[in-house]
Nanobody, 116 residues
Framework: QVQLVESGGGLVQHGGSLRLSCAVS????????MGWYRQAPGKQRELVAN???????NLANSVKGRFTISRDNAKNTVYLQMNSLKPEDTAVYYC??????????WGQGTQVTVSS
């Protein structure tokens, strides 16, 4: 089992920055890919960014150049640095872990609200 706990969400003005953190515990050795997803009201959950065990990253086109995903293996934490935030970035952000077995784990979500 893997447990994920997000933190760092909040209210920020258009153009501002936030950093989300996802603390990982449990069977960390089983994880292949870590990622961040988001879900805005009335919309489907979408991938924002992910990072695999080798450190390769993938970002959605809508956030390229503004968001960065990183991991600190010593702290068992994955980060999402969000810069130049826009109102359309407003959503609940979820941390996700995909095990080598393809089992998916989700955090409880953290709200990010960007005011115009």
């Amino acid at each position: 089992q893997v447990q994920l706990v997000e933190s760092g969400g909040g209210l920020v003005q258009h153009g501002g920055s936030l950093r989300l953190s996802c603390a990982v515990s449990g069977s960390i050795w089983s994880i292949n890919v870590m990622g961040w997803y988001r879900q805005a009201p009335g919309k489907q959950r979408e991938l924002v960014a992910n990072i695999n065990s080798g450190g390769s990253t993938n970002l959605a086109n809508s956030v390229k150049g503004r968001f960065t995903i990183s991991r600190d293996n010593a702290k068992n934490t994955v980060y999402l640095q969000m810069n130049s935030l826009k109102p359309e970035d407003t959503a609940v952000y979820y941390c996700n872990a995909r095990a080598y077995s393809s089992t998916l784990y989700w955090g409880q979500g953290t709200q990010v609200t960007v005011s115009s």
